[in-house]
């Protein structure tokens, strides 16, 4: 069955820190999505980025990047010169070909960036 | 153009009551898929509709919960005899999706839902 650890409930940096969210996940599917999504206190769940199993490119997307590790099943998430508006509950989520459709979600991690 | 909408934003209701929570997808997307969202158990998947059927509904957690969509566009989740533990988050996403997971899920706003 497929499983998704964000083992960092809770981080708090100041402004222009760097900052990584870990993602960790089980799968016994060869092909599956991975996800990260952002969830401001608004509520509203924002899509970041979704990497399918074969492509382990790094991606970087401004100050957002991501590195997609098979060997470990990591697939973190850093933020760069981090900034107040960056705070928000950051999701990931796993998509295997053989599950239909759905989303397993990791349990979140909650960024708190301080001016 | 607009997002994925759902209705109440904020719906209280006693337990044993029943409730309907309804969303209205992207236009033009053909799946719709609802998440629920609470502090115990976080972000769980209820179930999935291509069109309008649904080929999957393993998430949902007790012969209480339906769901239904009509003419692949609107749908509604039904809550029967609710319980306080139903208390949560419920959210929609819908997807460009023709059957395939690499397209992403749009998310709507959500529906807080408390059981007193």
């Known amino acids: 069955a497929q499983k998704v650890t964000q083992a960092q409930t809770e981080i708090s940096v100041v402004e222009k820190e760097d900052v990584t969210l870990d993602c960790v996940y089980e799968?016994?599917?060869?092909?599956?999505?991975l996800f990260w999504y952002k969830q401001p206190p608004s509520g509203e769940l924002v899509f970041l980025i979704r990497?399918?199993?074969?492509?382990?490119q790094n991606e970087i997307s401004g100050r957002y990047s991501w590195n997609f590790q098979k060997s470990t099943s990591s697939f973190n998430f850093t933020i760069t010169a981090s900034q107040v508006v960056d705070s928000a509950v950051y999701f990931c989520a796993l998509s295997e070909e053989n599950a239909g459709n759905m989303l397993t979600f990791g349990g979140g991690t909650r960024l708190m960036v301080k001016p | 153009g607009a997002g994925v909408s759902q209705s109440p934003s904020n719906k209280v209701t006693e337990k044993g009551k029943d409730v309907e929570l309804r969303c209205d997808p992207i236009?033009?997307?053909?799946?719709l898929y609802w998440y629920r969202q609470s502090l115990g158990q976080g972000l769980e998947f209820l179930i999935y509709f291509q069109g309008n059927s649904a080929p999957d509904k393993s998430g949902l957690p007790s012969d209480r919960f339906s769901a239904e969509r009509t003419g692949g566009s609107v749908s509604t989740l039904t809550i029967q005899r609710t319980q306080q533990e139903d208390s949560a988050v419920y959210l929609c996403a819908s997807s460009l999706a023709s059957g395939l997971v690499l397209d992403e899920q749009f998310f709507g706003p959500g529906t807080r839902l408390t059981v007193l």
């Open positions: 799968t016994r599917d060869t092909t599956y999505y």
């Open positions: 236009s033009g997307h053909t799946a």
């Open positions: 990497r399918n199993s074969f492509d382990e």
